[in-house]
Nanobody, 123 residues
Framework: QVQLVESGGGLVQPGGSLSLSCAAS????????MGWYRQAPGNQRDMVAG???????NYADDVKGRFTISRDNAENTVYLQMNNLKPEDTAVYYC?????????????????WGPGTQVTVSS
């Protein structure tokens, strides 16, 4: 059983900062991609940022220059530093892992999701 647990959401004023973290636990040998998605009410779930095990990052256009994703491979943990937050960043943020393996010779597994953490940007 693999579990993802997010933390760090909350209420912040426009222009403020928040830091999210997500720890993956269970029988995990490796994780190729870790990332963050978000979903606002009435909208689809969209990718915010992703990072490979080698440190290659990818960001949605509307967060480039404001958000920074990082990870600790030894701890199977991914972080999202969010600066200069805007009201349109308000959403539930979900942690995601993809292309992960239970053991060295095990097949690559599909997506797993955390339960989500609310981020609200409002004055």
């Amino acid at each position: 059983q693999v579990q993802l647990v997010e933390s760090g959401g909350g209420l912040v004023q426009p222009g403020g900062s928040l830091s999210l973290s997500c720890a993956a636990s269970g029988t995990i040998f490796s994780i190729y991609v870790m990332g963050w998605y978000r979903q606002a009410p009435g909208n689809q779930r969209d990718m915010v940022a992703g990072i490979s095990s080698g440190g290659i990052t990818n960001y949605a256009d509307d967060v480039k220059g404001r958000f920074t994703i990082s990870r600790d491979n030894a701890e199977n943990t991914v972080y999202l530093q969010m600066n200069n937050l805007k009201p349109e960043d308000t959403a539930v943020y979900y942690c995601n892992i993809a292309a992960w393996r239970r053991c060295k010779t095990c097949p690559s597994e599909g997506d797993r999701w955390g339960p989500g953490t609310q981020v609200t940007v409002s004055s």
